[in-house]
Nanobody, 111 residues
Framework: QVQLVESGGGLVQAGGSLRLSCVVS????????MDWYRQAPGKQREAVAS???????IYADSMKGRFTISRDNGKNTVYLQMNSLKPEDMGVYYC?????WGQGTQVTVSS
């Protein structure tokens, strides 16, 4: 059974940074695609970034240059480094593998 557990969220001032982690259990991370999504209050869940098994990365336009997705297959963990955070980045961040979702981690950005 695949399980995903996110961590690393919190409160940060605008312009600050956070690094989110997503630990995968039940299956080796390699060579599967992992995704990060986020959901702001009152809005639909949106894709943030994706990393393929071979390491290719894809970002939503508003995150390019600020967010970096990476993976450590040895630790079965995917990361999302978020820099230059803005109030509009606030929300619950989820990782996803196949159709399995984690429980999410809250990111709050104060202006």
């Amino acid at each position: 059974q695949v399980q995903l557990v996110e961590s690393g969220g919190g409160l940060v001032q605008a312009g600050g940074s956070l690094r989110l982690s997503c630990v995968v259990s039940g299956i080796p991370l390699s060579p599967y695609t992992m995704d990060w999504y986020r959901q702001a209050p009152g809005k639909q869940r949106e894709a943030v970034a994706s990393i393929r098994g071979g390491g290719r990365t894809i970002y939503a336009d508003s995150m390019k240059g600020r967010f970096t997705i990476s993976r450590d297959n040895g630790k079965n963990t995917v990361y999302l480094q978020m820099n230059s955070l803005k109030p509009e980045d606030m929300g619950v961040y989820y990782c996803k593998m196949f159709e399995v979702w984690g429980q999410g981690t809250q990111v709050t950005v104060s202006s």
